[in-house]
């Protein structure tokens, strides 16, 4: 009986751990319409920041604990989510979720990047505030930090709950996120409370992570990652009712410390059967804002571009060294998995978190099939294609009625299910297998041509399906399934065979992966390599055939960039975090910048852009002076 | 390689998620060149080293040994936690390859490839069992044995755990820890009720750091709290602090702190500084410093005519390597893992040497029948 | 029809706007004296709305003069114009159907003069059935509690100047007449009004004066009895264009 209670004790303050991460995150979603993916990266820079006032260099025998955390906490954080609001977010309130959420995978990478730029990694330990004491309870020593942490968290669900629901700031900045000109033409200040609500949100994920810090020690990723488990009780309270999202993270706790054998998968599945099971909020998912058609060539151009790829990359395989072949290689597989993301979110307009898990599914198929008598390398490929196609399919089929963000995050559970369950025993422990290739294609620059000539029929299939009725079915689907409705399209149908389609590209991809690899390993898989695939498909441009090309050629090139040029080191991934949030907001990303420098340069007269509503509501009044003005006549 | 030079390629982990996890082993080469070179080479001939970025990432092992298949005789000194990826490139190109030890069975099954830490993974030293059960008696029946749960330390942490239960063990709490779990309080209580006398962690410093504390908040003290060498770190000691005081490590190298009455000790730390100003010795290093003076040895053996099949042939023939004391003896040809082990416990945050009073204990040498 | 001699509440002088490339308004010339109220007709895609829009202050006007009160406010935020004492009630959506009655009610303090007690006070002693729905959700009203939840932003504003962009659209007749009602109330305690309405006839009845646009120009402008006969002309094209041509 001791035992569970002082299992429940343990799982009470995991539980206030997530519970503040959590709240953070719906306050910035209640008040911006942003899933804010980096919330932990933010809680976890701040954390460093902590570190670097109490314990760092920068300050000469280091501040006082509660002066560091004032300063990080009241000062810092705040600033740092004014910074954030002001350069990334400010547009995104009206953006599908599709783009806001890649915005903020960019500055999730963006700050890991910061992170290990600004602090090297080296030991710096942490330890919990008031030391080692603590209160017994049930067998178990609760310390003064965990009581501390429960007793913050507390005071946070109720402080957002008094905010949110009692004060007129609290209801503006709830307004703020739904229509943003009404509340102006009410006199509230729009601009303000947008800052307001990412700095108390920045805040907030900054005393998460310099809470959680002694526990989990100071690691770029750790504490990033912590916050996922936040989603799920975020996602119980609906992302927007503060007493069910603290109640989750309770629940979340509680469960994690009861069955500890199933630890690792709690989160996920958690989060997982709260997507598949409860009512979806009507989540406003925001107009299309205009997504600029990219041209769809014709067949001749298609066949003549893609003869053109082929030569090229036999002329590279010819002309340069050895790695630098398998790398062009692997950039083509690269481009090949993104293929997959343009027909499901370029034409489909859904994010996919896991895409990377499915490209696993086909690589496994291969390696178990691969050697074996019957399956002669190119029919494994096929296989496995269709392996993960199956594969894509089923998880479409309780995800149905999901759409945009909830969507998104149950790929990404489904992403780490896959992760902890699957892949660990198809590999078993540590284990690699070997993956064959085609016997034809065995030479690096033979399968170099080989993968090119695969991602070009991929791609010309692609365009052919978007040229066709298929094509502008998704398309119709994406901007408007209400319509599609009413038109008697067989909606759910057509959603399975698009994941399931995607999922299939991919796991072609994957043979294609472990073939040039030649071995296999769970690590290659993970859910995390996912992130940085979605965030350069979007910046490379999801629409087009090219984005995915440019976006896979890059993919490739980044690790070795940032391992050649080290003093670049953290930046590269900040550049790219940047990079895809500025040009994230364009699904047409670099591709369509190309494209678009095309046409100008192709045209002579250009044709005024019509484009979206002028808007003066965020102008500066500078030329006007209404300081003190009013219309109402002075008696 | 010339007449006049030997080149040489070192592929291991610097960028990655953990910038510059195995940078030492990198460094440690380095080390051993400048000193190879200044002692007149191989030879007459110089020695030049080529440092490739594994990325820790088997892809990028595996462009990396690519790489040094074109431009190099031999790799030497390699460190790299996904060693996998290079398996197939180096042995379809038959570079040497001497590790400082491969992490992962791929690689460890290559044939080109040798550690000179050399470990399999079904292979374990039984002086480290049998030293524990002649000092904590009884303790040994109530032990637990948590292991990271992720590659190559999952099965190692079960081929030692069967190790362990052959010579009179008895675990009575086993736990795999998945990677991203922070909170071991649980695991700590539920040892603290079975009356768990003995802990065994395998898995990276880091998270025996996180054990440690944990074991330290909850008042639980057990006998022993045993971990393995990749634990004898300083970071390990400054981020643990006090609670982990007292822990014990089993290794099969010599310490950094004996290094006045260890000479090849003294120039691992005396050359590494001179290459590398500042840099921290570890012990992967040492594994690697160690892999590039056999190289140098075996190289000097055959001579003028110095070819890839000589030198492999040749290290097949090493069986009890030490690097001139740096290390316990390895079977580095016969790639099996060293029966011979030393005994250190952290004392106040200094690491002091329990057993036995010079040199390593040598066993038997048990197959837990995993990973074989 | 000569202007009041006081400064008008509203003067636009030759206003022009545009949305991208495209030009909406191409001149409008109107005058809405103080305390009176001033009926905006003309068919669909005139550009009444626009006009109301860079009115307001969410759009920027290319060219021309907007004066509230003798003050020349071309691109002034919406915000500092509502603080001023500018209600504007848009079309379709003008309240926050995820909050509910009492912090819709909420929100018009940032414009009024009158605190919050005096505010929802009122608000429930126009609308008393907005009292008995005061925790529901705005969403879940019908359309016209709606409506009459967006006019308690007027009376509790105290504003100078409100703009109504179509309010009778999509409403019950009943309602409409409590809703003009609630107008005359307004423009009988000294707010001035300016009403846009497609279909002319209640917004013609409770008007002191009534303007006419079409094609991004106001093309008729007089008293109601005056305009009343020449509608169907304008609204169809026939009939003499005043003002610039």
Redesign the interface.
Request: with cysteine; charged share 25%.
């Given at each position: 009986m001791s035992a569970l209670l002082g299992y429940t004790v343990l799982g009470l303050v995991m539980g206030a751990g997530y519970a503040v991460a959590a709240s953070g995150l719906v306050l910035t979603y209640t008040t911006s319409r942003v899933f804010n993916v980096a919330h932990g990266a933010i809680g976890m820079v701040m954390a460093f920041c902590y570190w670097e006032l109490s314990a760092g260099g920068l300050v000469p025998g280091g501040l006082p604990a509660w002066a560091a955390v004032l300063l990080v906490v009241g000062v810092i954080a705040p600033a740092f989510g004014l910074a954030v609001e002001r350069i990334m977010m400010r547009r995104l309130t009206e953006s599908p979720a599709g783009v806001s959420l890649v915005v903020t995978v960019g500055l999730l990478v963006a700050l890991i990047g910061l992170a290990q730029t600004l602090w090297p990694p080296t030991a710096r330990p942490v330890e919990p505030f008031f030391g080692a004491g603590g209160v017994r309870l049930g067998g178990v020593l609760v310390t003064y930090h965990d009581l501390l942490t429960i007793g913050v968290s507390l005071a946070v669900a109720a402080g957002l709950y008094l905010l949110l629901g009692r004060t007129?700031t609290g209801?503006?900045m709830?307004?703020v996120a739904?229509?943003r000109?009404?509340?102006?033409?009410?006199?509230?200040?729009?601009r303000l409370l947008s800052s307001l609500s990412w700095a108390v949100g920045a805040a907030l994920a900054a005393l998460a992570g310099i809470l959680l810090t002694p526990i989990v020690q100071l690691d770029y990723y750790e504490l990033t990652l912590l916050v996922v488990a936040a989603y799920a009780a975020a996602v119980l309270g609906r992302l927007r009712s503060l007493p069910l999202t603290f109640a989750g993270a309770v629940v979340l706790g509680l469960l994690q410390s009861y069955a500890a054998g199933l630890r690792a998968a709690i989160p996920t599945l958690f989060l997982f059967a709260v997507l598949v099971f409860l009512p979806q909020v009507r989540l406003r998912s925001g107009g299309i804002r205009g997504i600029a058609a990219v041209p769809v060539p014709g067949p001749r151009r298609v066949a003549a571009a893609g003869l053109a790829l082929v030569a090229a990359v036999g002329l590279a395989s010819l002309l340069l060294p050895t790695v630098q072949v398998s790398r062009l290689a692997l950039g083509l597989v690269y481009a090949t998995v993104m293929l997959s993301l343009v027909l499901l979110t370029g034409y489909g307009g859904h994010v996919s978190l896991a895409q990377f898990t499915f490209v696993g599914v086909g690589a496994v198929t291969v390696a178990k099939l691969g050697g074996s008598p019957g399956w002669p390398s190119p029919l494994a490929l096929l296989a496995g294609a269709a392996v993960a196609a199956a594969v894509g399919a089923l998880v479409a089929l309780p995800v149905l009625r999901l759409t945009g963000l909830y969507l998104a995050l149950a790929t990404l559970a489904f992403g780490q299910l896959m992760d902890k369950v699957v892949f660990q025993t198809a590999f078993g422990l540590g284990e690699s297998l070997p993956v064959p290739r085609p016997r034809e294609f065995a030479g690096e620059g033979a399968y170099a041509v080989f993968v090119a000539a695969v991602f070009v029929v991929m791609a010309a299939g692609l365009l052919a399906l978007r040229r066709g009725r298929i094509g502008r079915m998704l398309v119709a689907m994406r901007d408007s399934p209400a319509a599609c409705a009413t038109l008697g399209l067989n909606q759910r149908g057509l959603r399975i065979g698009l994941f399931a389609a995607s999922a299939g590209m991919a796991g072609l991809a994957g043979g294609l992966f472990g073939g040039l690899r030649g071995t296999i390993g769970a690590a290659d898989f993970q859910v995390f390599k996912s992130l940085p695939l979605l965030l350069l498909a979007v910046v490379g441009g999801v629409t087009s055939v090219t984005g995915a090309l440019l976006g896979g050629l890059v993919l490739m090139l980044l690790p070795i960039l940032q391992s050649e040029v080290p003093a670049l080191g953290g930046l590269v991934f900040l550049l790219v975090g940047i990079g895809a949030v500025s040009l994230g907001r364009d699904p047409g990303g670099a591709a369509s910048h190309l494209f678009r420098a095309g046409r100008w340069a192709r045209s002579l007269v250009v044709?005024?852009?019509?484009?979206?509503?002028?808007?003066?509501?965020d102008?500066p009044?500078s030329?006007?002076e209404?300081e003190g003005?009013?219309?109402?006549?002075t008696p | 390689m010339t007449s006049e030079a030997i080149t040489i390629a070192n592929a291991s982990d610097i960028s990655g998620p953990q910038p510059g996890i195995f940078e030492s082993a990198q460094q440690a080469v380095e080390a051993y060149v400048a000193y190879a070179n200044s002692q007149g080479g191989v030879c007459g001939r110089k020695l030049n080293l080529i440092g490739y970025d594994s990325r820790t990432d088997a892809g990028g092992d595996q462009q990396a040994t690519t790489q040094a298949c074109e431009r190099a005789f031999a790799l030497v000194g390699s460190m790299a936690a996904f060693d996998s990826g290079g398996a197939r490139t180096a042995q379809s190109c038959g570079i040497p390859d001497l590790r400082a030890a491969a992490v992962t069975p791929g690689r460890q099954d290559s044939r080109v490839t040798y550690g000179t830490n050399s470990t399999k993974v079904n292979l374990f030293a039984a002086a480290v069992p049998d030293y524990f059960r002649s000092r904590f008696g009884g303790a040994t029946k109530k032990a637990a044995f948590l292991y990271l749960n992720a590659g190559t330390a999952a099965i190692n942490g079960r081929s030692i755990m069967r190790a362990h239960e052959q010579r009179g063990f008895t675990w009575i709490y086993k736990q795999a820890v998945d990677v991203t779990d922070f909170n071991y309080a649980p695991y700590v209580v539920e040892m603290k009720q079975q009356g768990i006398r003995f802990v065994e962690f395998m898995g990276t410093h880091q998270h025996a750091v996180r054990l440690a504390k944990a074991m330290r908040q909850q008042g639980f003290r057990p006998d022993a709290f045993v971990l393995d060498p990749t634990s004898y770190d300083e970071r390990y000691v400054r981020t643990g602090g006090s609670a982990v005081d007292g822990t014990y490590v089993f290794i099969n190298s010599a310490l950094f702190e004996e290094a006045s009455s260890n000479r090849e000790m003294r120039l691992y730390l005396s050359w590494l500084n001179k290459v590398a100003p500042g840099a921290t010795p570890t012990w992967f290093g040492l594994f690697a410093w160690s892999a590039a003076k056999l190289f140098v040895r075996l190289a000097g053996e055959i001579g003028a005519d110095l070819t890839r099949e000589k030198l492999l042939a040749k290290v097949r023939g090493v069986h009890a390597w030490t690097a001139d004391g740096l290390h316990a003896p390895h079977d580095v040809g016969a790639k099996r893992t060293s029966p011979c082990v030393a005994f250190i416990q952290l004392r106040n945050g200094k690491w002091v040497r329990r057993a036995p009073a010079r040199g390593w204990t040598c066993g038997a040498l048990l197959n837990s029948g995993i990973g074989g | 029809m000569t202007p009041a001699r006081t400064t008008p509440?509203l003067e636009l002088m030759d206003l022009h706007a545009?949305?991208?490339?495209?030009e909406v308004l191409r001149g409008v010339d109107l005058v809405v004296p103080?305390g009176s109220v001033v009926a905006l007709l003309g068919p669909n895609g005139a550009g009444k709305t626009t006009l109301l829009r860079a009115v307001?202050?969410?759009?920027?006007p290319t060219s021309g003069h907007v004066h509230?009160?003798g003050?020349?406010?071309?691109?002034?935020?919406?915000?500092?114009?509502?603080?001023?004492?500018?209600?504007?009630?848009?079309e379709g959506?003008?309240?926050?159907?995820?909050?509910t009655v009492l912090?819709n009610l909420?929100?018009?303090?940032?414009?009024s003069?009158a605190g919050?007690d005096e505010v929802l006070e009122r608000a429930f002693a126009r609308f008393p059935r907005l009292a008995e729905r005061r925790g529901q959700l705005a969403g879940t009203l019908s359309g016209g509690e709606q409506r009459m939840l967006a006019m308690a932003?007027a009376l509790g504003?105290?504003?100078?100047?409100l703009l109504l962009d179509e309010p009778s659209m999509g409403l019950a007749p009943l309602v409409v007449d409590e809703l003009y009602e609630v107008i005359a109330q307004l423009s009988a305690s000294?707010v001035a009004v300016l009403v846009v309405e497609q279909f002319a006839g209640r917004a013609l009845g409770v008007a002191e004066y009534a303007a006419v646009m079409r094609g991004g120009r106001v093309v008729a402008m007089g008293e109601p009895a005056d305009v009343q006969d020449e509608l169907p002309g304008l609204y169809l094209g026939r009939g003499l264009e005043r003002g610039t041509g």
């Open positions: 007129r209801i503006a709830r307004a739904v229509d000109d009404l509340l102006a033409l009410h006199g509230g200040r729009p044709r005024p852009p019509a484009g979206p509503v002028e808007d003066s509501t102008a009044d030329r006007v209404t003005m009013s219309l109402r006549a | - | 509440i545009a949305y991208g490339g495209i103080r307001s202050g969410h759009l920027r509230l009160a003050t020349h406010v071309n691109g002034a935020s919406a915000e500092k114009l509502a603080r001023a004492g500018l209600c504007t009630i848009p959506r003008a309240t926050f159907p995820g909050l912090e909420r929100l018009v303090t940032y414009a003069v919050r932003r504003a105290d504003p100078a100047l000294g």
